[in-house]
């Protein structure tokens, strides 16, 4: 029997999909659930499995094409019909609605970016991945390759692994399982737990790319968590891509870089953008954080980075200054009632801003967990529709890479966004004329100045300091 | 446990359970033991074994072989002030009473709004494995465990069977006491001297382990633990929890193992189809279905009408050590 997948809807509101890349060739053999074909739209990027086992007979719609939902996009003959003919008293096609066999939210859950304005990479203070059995790639994670098998042994995790990978940021997929069968125990788990940190050193940190720099990302070590997208094989010719650039060929663009262009030109040319800097010194949060930096990650499985601290700082400024909290819309200054904080995550082929919610009602703490959680799904390509919606005001962690100031382009119509630049210990004269050693850190400002002027946006950042060199050396987090 | 006494002596369970009476009996006149053959005769197994010359027929009372009376007295006599102990000879017989123990007995405090109470124990022995068939082997707990006001209690080790039985006696309410009748005479141990009581609805970790938590209670928690401790030797390591009441159940004691081995098998002797153990498995997948890292297994009877006197029906039947051993060493290489 025959099987007809027609472009799925990934959105309540979506009404139309690009198809981005075939995974698989007509006459290749899928497994149901395998990813088949990835599929976007302005909203989501998304594998679609396959929703029986058998041949991909025939591709209806050609990669970069944009159809309608519903629009049949590939054949695929289940296994045991033969090709092109149909067992007599079987249906001859079986119209398959979404191709996928979950549901619409789920789908449009699986792979997620909404690419933003903003073009700097945050340090990733997230969890390393570990692996009982490290693999020969040296990387932790093996998404690529035997997909079925790993799928297959996601579906068989019990509660226990379920739970524990998920406390400890670890997918199942990649640890060789030691119970029957080859099943991941809650031991291999905590196996994988215990040896990652250690496993992952020096492949961590640098998972973003500046993708906006001239420094060659292939230079940079692959993420440790890549989404589950195959490398494009370079064909007869070559096939240059943004993960593997091949001088002198055209990348075409994908959707994600086509939106984070157009966003980034509609920001820069609607919101009149005017930058500001001050030194901030970090010396006593810098003290705090190290003191709880170790419990804190045992305890939450997350690492403590200066963020959460910083982000702590600016939700307190803003609400001093709401205006610095607000929209410029044709018919007035819109002033936000939550606190929602974006934070600028770069990966290694685009951008994405997951926000904390309400992050004024959280503690450093609170903030610290839901940043690192976010960063995470980022990461996983898990983040939701819900994670990235709702930003009031972002936030850039900069520094991670050395840099000492930048000059970011605003996120989506907020008033401004801010960076925490690279600390560095400087010699700084203090109140009583001495010279003293201080972790110094610059915070720069952009802001849109048809919500603020430059009296507001300064009151903000002297504000923003002034919380900055309050906090620590101790206290509760 | 409150330990009276720092003396104590080698006992079966028989002899525990002997004990427990003939202590109740002389410390507190209050106590009436009731039943068939419980005078003369000194009960089927002895346990009361010249109680009646001691005490008298009228605390020590032959009744007839009608156990609706022997309960419907016992709960009259229980409302009225005294502390009545009425002996079912065997568990299988104990259906006609069925309405005196859970439509009268279990529900006397409530009815009466609290003004009455039914300080009433109901012992009797249960349990096969001793060619019983039909009529001497079953078990009860699951017809009784889903009644509210009752207690069941159902110890496996001699102090444990003297600590509980007394803490029974001692109970306002209605405790059905359930002696394994294969562990008779065949269990013994340490019993200590003198009164002490051992709470209800407290279980007891017989044997530790960190791999797979074995809950059971009566007879099946013996060859439990000679299944896990032969598995010691294989470097399995499994814990063995001895509910020793049914109910009210130690769910904590349950969940805290399950949460540290992450396993639960529960193997009992009664039918397996709405048994102690599917009460136990849906409890432990309502608190710590994110704990688990197998299914839960049940090892019990079959579902069949009764235990076959033919010893290959017995046998297959009950449950033995080396199936248990099975079982545990599957769920722990899981």
């Not at chain 1, 249906?91 to 979404?98: F, G, L, R």
């Not at chain 1, 080859?182 to 992952?200: E, F």
């Not at chain 2, 769910?251 to 039918?271: M, P, Q, Y």
């Amino acid at each position: 029997m025959a099987t007809t997948i027609t472009m799925p809807q990934l959105g309540e509101t979506v009404t139309e999909g690009t198809v981005e890349r075939w995974l698989k060739k007509a006459g290749d053999s899928v497994e149901k659930y395998e990813s088949f074909v990835e599929v976007s739209t302005d909203k989501v990027n998304s594998e679609v499995p396959a929703p029986v086992t058998g041949t991909l007979r025939e591709i209806l719609v050609q990669e970069g094409t944009t159809v309608p939902t519903g629009t049949p996009i590939a054949v695929i003959d289940e296994v045991g019909a033969a090709t092109g003919t149909n067992a007599p008293g079987t249906e001859p096609t079986q119209q398959v609605a979404n191709a996928a066999p979950e549901s619409r939210e789920s789908m449009a859950q699986s792979a997620n970016f909404e690419p933003v304005p903003g073009f700097n990479i945050p340090e990733m203070p997230v969890k390393h991945v570990g692996s009982a059995q490290p693999v020969s790639n040296g990387h932790a994670v093996v998404h690529q390759g035997n997909g079925a098998a790993a799928e297959s042994a996601l579906r068989g995790a019990s509660p226990a692994v379920r739970k524990l990978a998920r406390e400890h940021h670890i997918d199942i997929r990649a640890i060789r399982g030691t119970g029957a069968n080859g099943r991941v125990t809650a031991d291999d788990v905590l196996t994988a737990a215990r040896m990652g940190p250690a496993a992952a050193v020096g492949q961590a940190i640098s998972v973003g790319t500046n993708f906006g720099a001239t420094g060659a990302p292939a230079a940079m070590p692959p993420p440790a968590a890549t989404p589950p997208k195959a490398p494009a094989t370079p064909g007869p010719g070559g096939t240059s891509t943004y993960g593997e650039p091949i001088p002198g060929t055209l990348i075409p663009l994908n959707s994600a870089r086509r939106i984070i262009a157009e966003r980034m030109v509609e920001s820069k040319h609607t919101a009149p953008h005017a930058w500001s800097m001050v030194e901030v010194d970090v010396s006593n949060v810098w003290k705090w954080r190290a003191r709880e930096k170790d419990k804190f990650e045992r305890d939450t499985g997350y690492k403590l980075t200066l963020l959460p601290f910083f982000i702590r700082a600016v939700v307190e400024s803003l609400a001093v200054f709401p205006l610095m909290n607000a929209k410029f819309t044709a018919e007035g200054i819109a002033v936000e009632k939550n606190v929602n904080i974006g934070i600028a995550i770069g990966l290694p082929t685009n951008l994405v801003v997951p926000v904390v919610k309400n992050a004024d009602k959280l503690s450093i703490k609170g903030i610290a967990i839901a940043s690192g959680e976010l960063i995470d799904k980022a990461r996983r390509s898990k983040l939701s529709a819900d994670d990235l919606q709702s930003g009031t005001f972002t936030v850039n962690n900069n520094g991670a890479n050395g840099s000492y100031a930048s000059a970011p382009i605003i996120n989506g119509g907020q008033a401004g966004i801010v960076t925490m630049e690279t600390v560095v210990k400087k010699p700084v004269v203090t109140a009583d004329d001495a010279i003293a050693i201080r972790h110094m850190m610059n915070v720069c400002l952009s802001l849109d100045h048809r919500v603020v002027d430059g009296y507001v946006a300064s009151g903000f950042l002297a504000d923003l300091k002034k919380r900055l060199e309050g906090m620590g050396p101790s206290g509760v987090l | 446990m409150a330990v009276a006494a720092s003396t104590s002596k080698i006992l079966n369970n028989v002899e525990a359970v002997r004990e427990t009476l003939y202590e109740a009996m002389k410390s507190d006149d209050r106590t009436v033991i009731l039943g068939e053959d419980v005078g003369n005769r000194g009960n089927v197994f002895l346990i009361t074994k010249d109680f009646v010359k001691e005490f008298g027929e009228e605390r020590v009372i032959d009744t007839p072989i009608a156990e609706a009376s022997i309960v419907g007295i016992a709960v009259g006599m229980a409302m009225e002030g005294l502390r009545p102990i009425a002996e079912i000879q065997f568990a299988d017989f104990i259906y006609p009473a069925f309405n005196q123990i859970v439509g009268e007995a279990a529900k006397t405090r409530y009815r009466s709004n609290g003004e009455y109470t039914c300080p009433l124990v109901i012992r009797t022995p249960y349990g096969g494995g001793v060619r019983g068939a039909l009529s001497h082997s079953v078990s009860i707990e699951a017809l009784f465990y889903h009644v509210p006001g009752l207690k069941i209690v159902a110890p496996a080790f001699p102090a444990d069977v003297k600590g509980l039985l007394n803490a029974a006696i001692d109970d306002p309410d209605p405790v059905l006491f359930l002696e394994h009748k294969k562990t008779y005479r065949l269990i013994k141990g340490e019993v200590p001297d003198g009164h002490y009581t051992i709470p209800i609805g407290k279980a007891d970790v017989k044997k530790q382990g960190n791999q797979l938590t074995v809950v059971s209670y009566g007879l099946y928690v013996h060859w439990a633990l000679e299944a896990a401790n032969a598995l010691e030797q294989e470097g399995l390591s499994v814990e063995v929890i001895d509910l020793r009441s049914i109910r009210p159940m130690d769910r904590g004691a349950i969940l805290e193992s399950v949460r540290k081995t992450r396993k639960l098998l529960i193997v009992h002797e009664d039918n397996k189809f709405g048994g102690i153990g599917a009460e136990i498995s849906a409890m432990v997948a309502e608190e710590a279905l994110f704990e688990l890292d197998a299914p839960i297994r049940r090892l019990c009877a079959p579902d069949v009408p009764a235990m076959g006197y033919a010893l290959p029906l017995e046998e297959e039947y009950m449950s033995s050590p080396a199936e248990m051993a099975d079982a545990m060493r599957e769920m722990v290489r899981f």
